[in-house]
């Protein structure tokens, strides 16, 4: 296959000349398509239940920062490359919620958020005065104790989630229990706004080249660092979205096309990359670029440091 000129040309394109993750919509949601790359970019060709195609979406995949494949899709080798290339994360969700990540090259060519995420989770203080923070986001504008401890903050936290639980169930007329297994529709909706928002976070993490296992608050987990930001957004995004699918006739289209609105009315996106950026600042080094390791300090890299011959 022959690519365009212009097709040829966004495959070079560096990290720093990618549209920003805040300038990108949020998500795309997929299912039963085939997602291959043609002459000018990506494509997905939908079919009915009897195989057949019934129609083609161009994907604009330099502006979406995750794209979520869900039952029945298939992906090509050409078109992967492609999302990698733009910096796209790629989200696979089977059902109940249930996904896998595969990330794409950061948005960034620099390793200084890397480094600092490093330093402050190899830091016990560090890591209790980021969890204090991602703590009182949470919390919104409760007013918490100076110096509270992080065994009292857990206990908040559960306790204004149970109250939040309660609350829902109450307006919405809904005998509800959380259980991450069951399969009524609150549940279920509550699994997938969830696994939207990890995605989101997975974007994030991406963009700034953040390894998502050295997390925060969470720890022991290979997605440590998505549960530690995305849980600031679960009250006020997946818990109502959630309970207002109840009633649907189809209550996941709703949860994804309902929390797809919310997070871009309310700049999620953003806010969970400003506030993840503000959490790691403290931390930057002021080297930025390619350096070697000296026995004191760095030297420049990329250069020959071999005794020139006799």
Known sequence: MTYSERALEFANIGAGE???????VSYLYLEHAQIIQDKTGVIALQSDETGNTRGQIRVPIGSIAVVMLGPGTSLSHAAASSLAAAGTTLMF?????????????????????AEAQARLWASSSHRVAAARQLYKA??????LPVNARIATLRGLEGQMMRAEYKRLALKHGIKFRRET????????GLNLGNSILYGVAASVCSALSLNPALG??????????????????????????AFLSAKEKDPQGFVRRKVR???TQRRTLEDMLT??????????????????????????GHTNYGQPEV
Not at 18 to 24: E, I, K, S, Y
Not at 98 to 110: F, M
């Open 18 to 24: 990618q549209v920003r993750l805040t300038d990108r």
């Open 93 to 113: 969700t089977g059902g109940g919620g249930i996904n896998s990540y595969a990330t794409a090259r950061p948005l960034t060519g620099s390793a200084r958020w």
């Open 138 to 143: 949470r919390l919104g504008g409760m007013p």
């Open 261 to 263: 609105s919310v997070i």
């Open 216 to 241: 925060v608050i969470h720890q022991g987990d290979a997605r440590a660092l998505f549960y530690d930001l995305a849980d600031v957004y679960k009250q006020t995004i997946t818990l109502p979205v």
């Open 181 to 188: 297994a069951a399969e009524d529709p609150v549940n279920v």
């Open 275 to 300: 506030m993840t950026m503000r959490i790691l600042s403290p931390h930057l080094s002021d080297i930025d670029g390619d350096v070697l390791l000296d026995d004191i300090g760095t030297v420049a």
